[in-house]
Nanobody
Framework: VQLVESGGGLVQPGGSLRLACAAS????????MTWFRQAPGKGLEWVSS???????YYADFVKGRFRISRDNAKNTVYLQMNSLKPEDTASYHC?????????????????WGQGTQVTVSS
C-alpha cells in the first residue's frame, strides 16, 4: 500500500487549498478513505472520511468548510479546504480502511507517512 499526499502550502486565513492523496497497491475503489491531521506537538486528529460509495463524513470543526471527494479512475482522494483558519495548521495525512469505523480508529491499510504540510498564516 502506497499513499502519497500533495497540495499543501502556505495560505492566508480565509484562503483555500486542495489536497490530493494518490493511492496504489490495493483496490482503491473498494476501500473507505480518510484524512487525518497532526498539529505541532499533538497527536493525529481525524478530519474526514469518504466511503467506497462516496458517503462523506466530517469532524465538527471542518463541517461547512472542507469537502472530501474521490476519483476511483485516478485512485485519488481529495480534500478541498476553504475558509482556512490558523488552527488548521498541521500536516495532513491520508489512509485507507476496509470499514467505515476503521477509517477513524483503525486498522488502516497504509502507514502514516510525512503527509503534506498546511500552514495558515498572515
Amino acid at each position: 500500500v502506497q499513499l502519497v499526499e500533495s497540495g499543501g502550502g502556505l495560505v492566508q486565513p480565509g484562503g483555500s487549498l486542495r489536497l490530493a492523496c494518490a493511492a496504489s497497491g490495493f483496490t482503491f475503489s473498494t476501500y473507505h478513505m480518510t484524512w487525518f491531521r497532526q498539529a505541532p506537538g499533538k497527536g493525529l486528529e481525524w478530519v474526514s472520511s469518504i466511503s467506497s460509495g462516496s458517503m462523506q463524513y466530517y469532524a465538527d470543526f471542518v463541517k461547512g468548510r472542507f469537502r472530501i471527494s474521490r476519483d476511483n479512475a485516478k485512485n485519488t482522494v481529495y480534500l478541498q479546504m476553504n475558509s482556512l483558519k490558523p488552527e488548521d495548521t498541521a500536516s495532513y495525512h491520508c489512509n485507507a480502511a476496509t470499514s467505515l469505523y476503521g477509517t477513524k480508529v483503525g486498522p488502516w491499510a497504509g502507514s502514516w507517512g510525512q503527509g503534506t504540510q498546511v500552514t495558515v498564516s498572515s
